[in-house]
């Protein structure tokens, strides 16, 4: 068995609307409590960083079918939204929402049918989306779009 080991030093200072530091091998930056939140927004934060986990790991894996598939994918983008939901003070990340937006040289009726099976086979393989399964519910809004 293989495992792949990740790790991440973090430092904080000053209580709730402190701020604080996070360094991985590819990643360093600040951290706070967003200020949607009350807190000081300087730096990224739990939320924006739970929503770019789950997008990069979605775009990649979508990316990887697309090219196993040997489809002629001329442009690749995606935005991404989070939902926080705040009921009685408790804050729960309720939904992912992605839009990946794919571009394709030649785009037939079945190469589309193709990329909504590779648009839903992303998410549901994707290792985060597998790990928020049945905590946040994810959803997926493509678009695609022939090469003009």
């Known amino acids: 068995m293989t495992q792949h080991v990740f790790t991440m030093d973090l430092a ?23 200020r949607e939140m009350n807190g000081p927004g300087i730096g990224t934060n739990p939320d924006e960083m739970l929503l770019g986990a789950a997008a990069t790991c979605y775009l990649i894996t979508l990316a990887a079918l ?12 995606m935005t991404s939204q989070g939902i926080v939901d705040v009921t ?8 992912i929402i992605h839009q990946p937006v794919v571009v394709i040289a030649n785009l037939s ?3 589309y049918k193709r990329i909504q099976r590779f648009v839903e086979k992303a998410e549901q393989t994707c ?22």
């Open 12 to 34: 904080w200072a000053n209580g709730r609307n402190g701020t604080g530091t996070i360094q991985a091998a590819n990643l360093q930056t600040q951290i706070s409590i967003p």
């Open 66 to 77: 697309l090219e196993n598939a040997q489809m002629a994918v001329q442009q690749l983008t």
């Open 88 to 95: 009685n003070g408790i804050f729960t990340y309720k939904e």
């Open 109 to 111: 009726e079945h190469e």
């Open 127 to 148: 290792m985060i989306s597998k790990a928020l399964k049945g905590n946040v519910m994810i959803t997926c809004k493509a678009t695609i779009q022939n090469m003009e």
